[in-house]
Nanobody
């Protein structure tokens, strides 16, 4: 059983930056593919970014590519999402996810077995 806890959300102006963190416990963190999904008010949850177990490969949604960077520190059992050039449409609850599958199907929720409770990101115009 893996527990994931997100942190780092908050209120930021458009064009600003935030760094989200996801701390994992209860499992072998370094073996998991990790991902960030987000859910805006009234919308379905959508894929944002994913990173392989080694940290050598990443995948991003087109909507965040070039602005967001996912990274991980396996020694700290933590995955990060650095969000730059934030836009109001980035406003959402951001969820951390973990799974044993690779990046080939990273955009699909079914690839992930464990989910955090989410952290709110609000971007003002």
């Amino acid at each position: 059983q893996v527990q994931l806890v997100e942190s780092g959300g908050g209120l930021v102006q458009a064009g600003g930056s935030l760094r989200l963190s996801c701390a994992a416990s209860g499992g072998s963190f370094s073996t998991y593919t990790m991902a960030w999904f987000r859910q805006a008010p009234g919308k379905e949850r959508e894929f944002a970014a994913a990173i392989s177990w080694s940290g050598r490969s990443t995948d991003y949604a087109d909507s965040v590519k070039g602005r967001f960077t996912i990274s991980r520190d396996n020694a700290k059992n933590t995955v990060y999402l650095q969000m730059n050039s934030l836009k109001p449409e980035d406003t959402a609850v951001y969820y951390c996810a973990a799974g044993l599958r690779g990046l080939g199907s990273a955009v699909y929720e079914y690839n992930y077995d464990y989910w955090g409770q989410g952290t709110q990101v609000t971007v003002s115009s």
